[in-house]
């Protein structure tokens, strides 16, 4: 197949414009081929080691600082509320001591108060009491008058009805035996 | 390419593609029933299982060029 | 599918010269012509395999460049891919070749992005592939090769050798595994090349033999699902065997650092 069409002018190819054999092995064309692979790699190459790989290696890395910053922030966030917990838990246990003594203290003022009113209160009535009494002693004694002057009146008005000559002087001294009495 | 004797070469040469795809057909079937055995080792391997197929199939492919230059 | 016009457009060309109703070219699609005009292809020509290349290395300057010039923490779509690919193959040397290979990532990157991009560009219709031709892996191979014997001989001096004088063996074997080691050595560019070149090749060529098989009216529905199922297969193969390239890079390298067995 290699040399039956090689009338052709152009290297490899024979008169139809077909592949006269392997295009693979067809040494004119392996110069030209090189070349250009050569220049490709080398242009490839460049493009990788000068500007791509750096980038992408730099994009990784900072990636990577980003993800160890973030987690080491998220850490730091997190101690902070776990003091913050603390803090507040801190504050929780003050505040009930000192509403416990608070309301102690408030207890206590208020039993003093209360005694101190009930003190008073019962001076008050230990007075109004012994007003009272007296009163009632001096209302009663008003009254034994009272009930003296109307026996006498009565008995003198009885003497005086019955006939009798009223003797002030005696009927007083026995009403007032038998009042006594 | 009709009637030349190096057309019966080349027929010869080809033969080696069937068997190239014997090769292939055993890496990969042992590869699998490794694979299946011991799943945990099977993603270590898959690189030796390429290697593998394309040394097998590396010689297929050079039957089929020799048919290929008659 | 690639190229299936084109393809159509030869297959009745020829057809018409000869007399014959099924011609197969599959070759077609990988000859290197001048891209502006016609003539010879010289050593500086600006053919379509120039064109290609280039086109991949602007793919190449969107992706990565462009992609990410915004240097965004979050990143969008594109920076994503540029850092997944860095990623990757970030952990792919160290992986296989050891911490101290990292230095080596823009170098592994540069093929690794130059063959995938190229075998994914050749999938386009009527495109040409770049990495289809042995003129472009061997020189990618011997690349390796060179780069990885340097580096083998500066890092370790005459040690180097190490890697061909099996320790472990016993005495009376060592001769004959040196011999084994050195012949196997010097085969890896071959293999590392043709490897590459040939799957392409094979693919895209097979994809033109199904492609004629469409233009009789009988078998074109089997014709034409067969290139879609082998289209997918290609895609396929042209990440793998960018991997594979990549990888076997790696092994070599590794091989480079740590000489002894």
């Known amino acids: 197949m290699a040399d039956t069409h090689n009338e052709s002018l152009l290297a490899c190819v024979d008169v139809s414009g077909s592949a006269d054999g392997m295009p693979q092995l067809c040494a004119d064309w392996f110069g030209n081929q090189v070349f250009w692979l050569i220049l490709t790699l080398v242009a490839i190459f460049f493009i990788l080691s000068r500007i791509a790989l750096p980038r992408i290696a730099s994009v990784l890395a900072e990636r990577q600082g980003t993800i160890t ?76 008058e009272n009930v003296e002057v109307v026996a006498k009146d009565t008995a003198s008005a009885i003497v005086t009805a019955l006939g009798g000559t009223v003797d002030d002087a005696a009927i007083a001294a026995a009403v007032s035996n038998q009042v006594k009495g | 390419m009709e009637g030349d004797i190096s057309s019966i070469g080349a027929g010869l040469a080809a033969i080696g593609c069937g068997l190239a795809a014997l090769g292939v057909g055993n890496v990969a079937a042992n590869f699998l029933s490794g694979a299946l055995r011991n799943p945990s080792a099977a993603a270590s391997q898959v690189t030796n299982f390429f290697i593998g197929i394309a040394f097998a199939e590396a010689l297929g492919i050079f039957a089929f060029l020799v048919a290929l230059m008659q | 599918m690639a190229g299936e016009a084109q393809h159509g457009k030869d297959a009745g060309h020829a057809a018409a010269e000869h007399g014959e109703g099924l011609v197969f070219h599959p070759f077609d699609q990988f000859i290197v012509k001048p891209m502006f005009h016609d003539g010879p292809v010289g050593l500086f020509t600006f053919t379509n395999a120039a064109f290609w290349m280039l086109l991949a290395v602007a793919v190449i300057f969107c992706v990565m460049v462009l992609g990410s010039s915004k ?47 190229a075998n994914l560009l050749g999938l386009l219709p009527l495109s040409y592939t770049s990495t289809s031709h042995f003129a472009v892996t061997v020189t990618l191979a011997l690349a390796v090769f060179i780069t990885i014997t340097v580096v083998g001989f500066v890092k370790h001096g005459t040690k180097f050798l190490g890697l061909f004088w099996v320790s472990s063996a ?24 043709i490897r590459l070149g040939g799957n392409i090749l094979a693919g895209h060529a097979v994809i033109k033999v199904f492609a004629a098989f469409a233009s009789i009216t009988l078998i074109s529905p089997v014709a034409i699902l067969g290139i879609t199922a ?30 002894s067995h």
């Open chain 1, 69 to 144: 910053n973030d987690i080491s922030a998220a850490d730091e966030l997190k101690r902070r509320a776990a003091d913050a917990e603390a803090a507040y838990e801190k504050a929780l246990a003050d505040a009930r001591t000192e509403a416990q003594a608070i309301a102690q203290k408030t207890r206590d003022e208020i039993a003093t108060e209360l005694a101190a009113a009930t003190a008073k209160a019962d001076e008050d009535i230990a007075a109004k009491t012994a007003e009272s009494e007296k009163a009632i002693s001096e209302i009663r004694a008003s009254a034994l």
């Open chain 3, 71 to 117: 240097r965004a923490v979050i990143p969008g779509r594109a920076q994503s891919i540029g850092e997944l690919l860095y990623g990757f193959l970030h952990k792919m040397i160290s992986d296989v070749a050891g911490k101290e290979a990292l230095p080596f990532l823009p170098y592994i990157m540069t093929l690794f992005l130059f063959i995938v991009t």
């Open chain 3, 170 to 193: 016993p005495l009376p074997l060592r001769p004959v595994l040196a011999a084994v080691e050195v012949i196997s050595y010097f085969i890896r560019p071959v293999s590392h090349s």
């Open chain 3, 230 to 259: 082998l289209y997918g297969l290609e895609v396929l193969v042209a990440v793998v065997q960018a991997y594979v390239f990549t990888i076997l890079t790696c092994v070599y390298l590794k091989d480079a650092m740590h000489p």
